[in-house]
């Protein structure tokens, strides 16, 4: 009989290598649950029965094709562009001055609105994993990962504002 | 007799078996591995039947539905479309055909010469 904490370990990595495969979240909660089903079922270790995680996951890839390189790359480049439109645009706000001879408001806004396509292809990355027989989180996510991941931007911009603020 | 057996042949055949196993009463994965072993195409690991199965339902062929274990956790049934049957009938009726022709070529073992 396979131990819990096998079954743990290989849910976990087979996650974890569904999501860098870039398969949706609920087919993620498919895949771990047919694979924690099968097992209970037969008694054999996960990785037994159905490969390495790694290997599993990358055996689904006819199933789910990966985003070609540009797409990863367009995400990139308007999800680094916004957040320079939006620091540049936010120091300018808090600073009352305007930047390359615009309001920051502008700049903000613009930064936001090319941010809106990268938004949603982390947060749809991000989308728990469910497990389909009970609706309940599959890998629990840490609560501060995602207030960490909006703070430390602001947090930035607050202490250049405020460096700024003292070296005048 | 099923030692022998080239795992390419065993690709060949697995969607349509395992299509066939389906199509005799809705059931779930293990047991469609235990049916498949005692129909004679040796033990098939979980890491081949569960991509067969899901291609199966995006094809349309298959449906799925997770019922409650007793005592345990639920299993994932399977079912067989319409479009299922008529699939295994006419894929079923094309491999007797391919079949019967490759073993016109090919040199028969109980034979002398």
Do not use: C
Request: aromatic share 10%; proline share 7%.
């Amino acid at each position: 009989m396979t131990s819990p904490e096998t079954i743990t370990e290989y849910r976990e990595a087979l996650v974890l290598h569904l999501r860098l495969q870039e398969v949706p979240a609920d087919r993620i909660g498919e895949i771990v649950a047919e694979v924690e089903s099968h097992v209970a079922d037969t008694g054999e270790d996960p990785a037994d029965a159905f490969g390495s995680p790694r290997d599993y996951a990358r055996s689904l890839t006819d199933e789910h094709r990966k985003p070609p390189w540009w797409w990863t790359t367009t995400t990139l480049v308007l999800a680094a562009a916004a957040g320079w439109l939006i620091g540049q645009g936010a120091f300018a706000v808090l600073l009352g001055e305007p930047y390359w001879g615009r309001s920051g408001w502008l700049w903000l806004a613009t930064g936001v609105a090319l941010g809106v396509p990268p938004a949603y292809m982390v947060s749809r990355r991000s989308q728990e994993v469910r497990d389909p027989r009970t609706g309940e989180p599959l890998v629990r996510t840490p609560r501060w990962a995602a207030v960490g991941f909006y703070l430390i931007p602001v947090a930035i911009v607050l202490v250049g504002w405020v460096a700024v603020l003292l070296a005048r | 007799m099923t030692d022998d057996l080239p795992t390419e042949w065993l690709r060949a055949v697995l969607p349509l078996a395992v299509l066939a196993v389906v199509a005799e009463e809705e059931t779930y994965g293990y047991a469609v591995a235990q049916q498949l072993q005692a129909g004679g195409l040796g033990a098939v690991k979980g890491g081949t039947l569960y991509p067969v199965l899901n291609r199966l339902e995006a094809e349309g062929l298959l449906t799925s539905s997770w019922r409650e274990g007793v005592g345990g956790p639920g299993r994932k049934f399977f079912a067989v479309t319409p479009a299922g049957r008529d699939q295994l009938a006419r894929r079923s009726a094309a491999w007797h055909t391919f079949t019967e022709q490759a073993r016109g070529l090919l040199p028969d073992p109980r034979s002398t010469r």
